[in-house]
């Protein structure tokens, strides 16, 4: 038996194992050979990026045409974006915010020194929209202070209306909002502050411009209509909002009010409520704000102190969420129009339109109108969506007053022909301005002049089959709009004390 020899001492060491066992790896350090001859790139220019400028060194080269940046932009945009005219593109907006701040510093010395109101130039300077407010008369005579003052207001909406009455050429900033629980596309760009839309979009909407749409989604709280970028931010806002199922206002219509139901004021689904823009300053600018979206002619988002405000507001009764709340549209009112308007702007939000409910809207701005006294009709000009709207609610109540006016006579016994009125006539009886009334009726082709010569010049005669039948085509409801019960006891009344009218 042979034993086998004693382990030499020159024997390799065992190798280090893992905890499975097995023999453990070396690895290798990979070492970077370094190339004598490498040479580092030069910097990169400020002035056009590196690949940009090779190809345009190899365009010289071939001989090629080289079409130079500014000539691919328009000559405002291009002087925008170009810093010192020698074709070097800005690395960064530190001559641009020294601009801005010069402007706001500016803004604001003015306004320490009486140049503004206060409210219009704070919340311009806060927006960065650059709008100003016309400053408040200096005069002794209180009425003659306020009518200065309200025909100020009026210059400056039409200068408003003037930077901005190009606004359907420039494109959307904003691509769809979230509003509540339903999601639509915006129609027209909007001016929310800096901080939504970026300071340089707010600039070049002054000078007519676009950048497109810069916010893809913008969430508003469909209680208040605060904004925000952020989801995360808006949810946690909308489950606390103190509007929330809090309408601000007071109720002064509702629709089926007093139809002989056991609760009538606790019956009707859809109500109107008034707001003082002077009160809810806040929430009347951000509702002004997310109406622009879709009114392309609005140009009052700030100086909403001389306006009232309706909204129109449904109520659920059953399931679940009874009780609750939901704004589907406005009309804007102002305190004291020279042009006697009933109406300044009119919106239904677009998941609520064409179901019929802008009819009541515009029947209860002129039931409002009659109850104050007041002829007149919307503030010109109309939107295409509120043209259709008024023209139809227009041709209802001029439609209904006249085949009226047949059946009394049918029921006195008269032989059944043409009636003959005036314009006036039908004026005074529907409240709808004597213009509004001849535009409709001659979209009718129903109207001839009496030319027996024993009329007034406005007489007119109007066959009642033909609007019968106009109404037949149009498949017009001739049942009432307003149901004048509706409104709260004495609302908007004038009652007479001494000599002089009060309203309530």
Request: hydrophobic share 30%.
């Amino acid at each position: 038996m042979t034993s086998s020899p004693p382990p030499s001492s020159s024997a390799p060491p065992a190798l280090p194992r893992n905890k499975q066992g097995q023999f453990a790896k070396k690895k290798k350090k990979k070492r970077k050979k370094r190339n004598p001859d490498y040479v580092p790139p030069p910097p990169r220019s400020p002035a056009l990026p590196e690949r940009f400028s090779q190809r345009v060194a190899n365009k010289k080269e071939r001989g090629e045409e080289v079409r130079d940046l500014a000539s691919q932009l328009t000559p405002d945009l291009a002087s925008l974006i170009l810093g010192t005219g020698n074709g070097q593109l800005r690395n960064d907006d530190d001559d641009e915010m020294k601009a801005v701040a010069s402007q706001q510093q500016q803004q604001q010395i003015k306004n320490r020194r009486g140049g503004g109101n206060g409210n219009g130039n704070a919340a311009a300077t806060a927006t960065g929209t650059g709008y100003k407010t016309m400053g408040a008369p200096k005069g002794k005579d209180a009425e003659g202070k306020e009518r200065v003052k309200m025909k100020a207001m009026k210059e400056k909406e039409k200068g408003m209306k003037s930077k901005l009455k190009e606004d359907h050429t420039l494109e959307r900033n904003v691509g769809d909002v979230c509003f509540g629980d339903v999601k639509f596309e915006t129609w027209y760009p909007s001016w929310y502050p800096k901080e939504v839309l970026g300071e340089k979009a707010l600039q070049l909407a002054e000078e007519g411009k676009s950048m497109g749409i810069v916010v893809q989604t913008l969430y508003v709280c469909e209680h208040c209509f605060k904004y925000s970028k952020n989801l995360g931010s808006w949810k946690q806002h909308r489950n606390l909002c103190r509007k929330r199922n809090c309408v601000p206002g007071k109720e002064v219509y509702v629709k089926n009010r007093g139809k002989g139901v056991e609760d009538p004021y606790r019956e009707g689904q859809w109500a109107i409520w008034e707001v003082d823009g002077a009160v809810d300053k806040i929430f009347c600018q951000n509702l002004s704000l997310f109406a622009k979206f879709f009114l392309d002619n609005k140009s009052v988002f700030f100086d909403v102190e001389g306006f009232k405000y309706f909204l129109y507001v449904h109520t659920t009764l059953k399931g679940p969420h009874k009780g609750d709340k939901q704004i589907i549209g406005f009309f804007s009112k102002e305190k004291m129009s020279w042009d006697n308007n009933n109406l300044a702007c009119i919106l239904m939000f677009p998941p609520w339109q064409k179901k019929g409910l802008g009819a009541n809207l515009i029947g209860v701005s002129y039931s409002i109108a009659r109850r104050e006294g007041i002829m007149g009709g919307p503030e010109k000009p109309i939107s295409e969506m509120g043209q259709k709207g008024y023209k139809r609610y227009w041709g209802t109540e001029i439609a209904r007053w006249i085949l009226t006016q047949e059946e009394l006579e049918l029921e006195k016994g008269k032989k059944k022909s043409k009636a003959g009125f005036s314009i006036q006539d039908i004026s005074q009886a529907t409240w709808i301005a004597p213009e509004d009334v001849l535009a409709t009726m001659r979209e009718w082709n129903v109207v001839q002049k009496d030319d027996k010569g024993k009329g007034k010049p406005e007489d007119c005669i109007v066959d009642p089959d033909a609007v019968a039948e106009w109404v037949e085509k149009k498949r017009i409801s001739l049942e009432w709009v307003v149901d004048e019960d509706g409104f709260l006891p004495g609302y908007a009344e004038k009652k007479k004390v001494g000599s002089e009218e009060v309203e309530e």
